[in-house]
Each structure stands twice: as structure tokens, then as C-alpha cells.
């Protein structure tokens, strides 16, 4: 593959909460669902708080709540009882590219920003995309995101463990986090095979 052919968009990386009690949703979605907390920061120029969870294993779910008045998530919370779906957040490998690909079909962004090399983004308005904000990010590590428990550890991108059943063979992901299979004692031989056939 090319650089022409490469994709714009990598993956999800998030949907987006904006709810007026944090606490109680994040219970809700870490009891019911298992969502792993992640990091989190408080934007004080927007008045804002907002923190990752990971659900399995490559779905991630950001969870933001005002931190006083004059927030700009005040208008978007005032009509709904708890909260909402506030937007969905696409990862690109080049946020340049994507600009200028956005400039190419004549669809408005706004809201670039750039915190160094460590994330940038730019936004599309509902009206602009079918009723959905879209946050479009390239960030330098997605692990940096995530808990300590749901990334792979450092030194290989893969591990296997010996399981009743044959194998899981667990992978880093690009994305951040894990992605796990299991494997019967055919598809090993199969995988060896094949891997064998690579070299």
C-alpha cells in the first residue's frame, strides 16, 4: 500500500458522554459494563473535566462533565435529564492530510488545535455531518491514554499463553491497548505454517 492508498482514518477511537454526574456514570458504566478507567484531566479554560474508559478490548469511551458555570457543555446538558452522546472521535495518522482532504470535497472544520506532538485535533459540526459532531485526532501514543491494565506490556508487541484449549495469542494494538484470540492446536500449526512461509 501506497501513500496515496492509505487510509484517512484509522479507527474509532471514542464516543463521547457529556453528563451532569460524573460519579454516577462512571459507576454505572465500570459495574455494568466493566469499563476500565483511564486518564483523565480538567480543562479549566472550557471548565470541563473529562476521563477515558476502555470496555474490552479496543472500545474506549470518554466520559466529560462540567466543573462549574459557564461551561461549554452548558447548552448542550440543559434540555437533556442526565446527559448524552456529545460526539464521536476518529483517529488519523496525519491530521495535515486530513485537512487538506476536508479543503478538497468543501467540508468545514473548526476548532484546530495542537498541544505539541502529543494530539491534534479539529472538529465538524452536526450540520455538516449527518447530525454527529466529529472530533478528528492524530495523537502521538494512544496507550497514553489508556490504564496501565489494558495496555500490552513493553518489549514485545505480542504474547502467548497456553491455555485448555490450545492458545491465546494476545497482540499490541496500533490503536493502543490489545487485541486477544484464541487458537485451537490446528490453527497454531496453521499460523506456523504460514509465518514459516513469510520468512
Request: hydrophobic content about 40%; proline content about 5%; overall charge negative.
Amino acid at each position: 500500500m501506497n501513500e496515496e492508498q492509505k487510509p484517512m482514518i484509522s479507527r474509532i477511537d471514542h464516543v463521547s458522554l457529556a453528563v451532569k454526574d460524573f460519579k454516577q456514570a462512571r459507576e454505572f458504566f465500570e459495574k455494568i459494563f466493566g469499563a476500565v478507567r483511564g486518564v483523565g484531566a480538567r480543562e479549566e479554560s472550557l471548565k470541563y473535566f473529562w476521563n477515558i474508559f476502555s470496555l474490552g478490548d479496543l472500545s474506549r469511551l470518554e466520559i466529560m462533565e462540567p466543573t462549574g458555570q459557564g461551561s461549554f457543555l452548558d447548552n448542550f446538558l440543559s434540555p437533556r435529564k442526565t446527559g448524552g452522546v456529545h460526539h464521536m472521535s476518529l483517529e488519523t495518522p496525519d491530521i495535515q492530510k486530513f485537512k487538506a482532504h476536508l479543503d478538497h470535497h468543501g467540508i468545514p472544520y473548526f476548532g484546530y488545535a495542537e498541544i505539541g506532538e502529543i494530539w491534534k485535533e479539529l472538529f465538524i459540526h452536526p450540520r455538516d455531518a449527518f447530525g454527529v459532531l466529529i472530533q478528528v485526532a492524530e495523537m502521538a501514543d494512544p496507550n497514553d491514554y489508556l490504564a496501565e491494565t489494558v495496555k500490552h506490556p513493553e518489549g514485545s508487541r505480542w504474547t502467548i499463553q497456553k491455555n485448555a484449549a490450545g492458545a491465546r495469542l494476545t497482540l499490541a494494538h496500533p490503536g493502543g491497548g490489545t487485541v486477544a484470540v484464541n487458537l485451537s492446536p490446528e490453527e497454531i500449526g496453521a499460523l506456523v505454517a504460514d509465518l514459516q512461509a513469510a520468512m
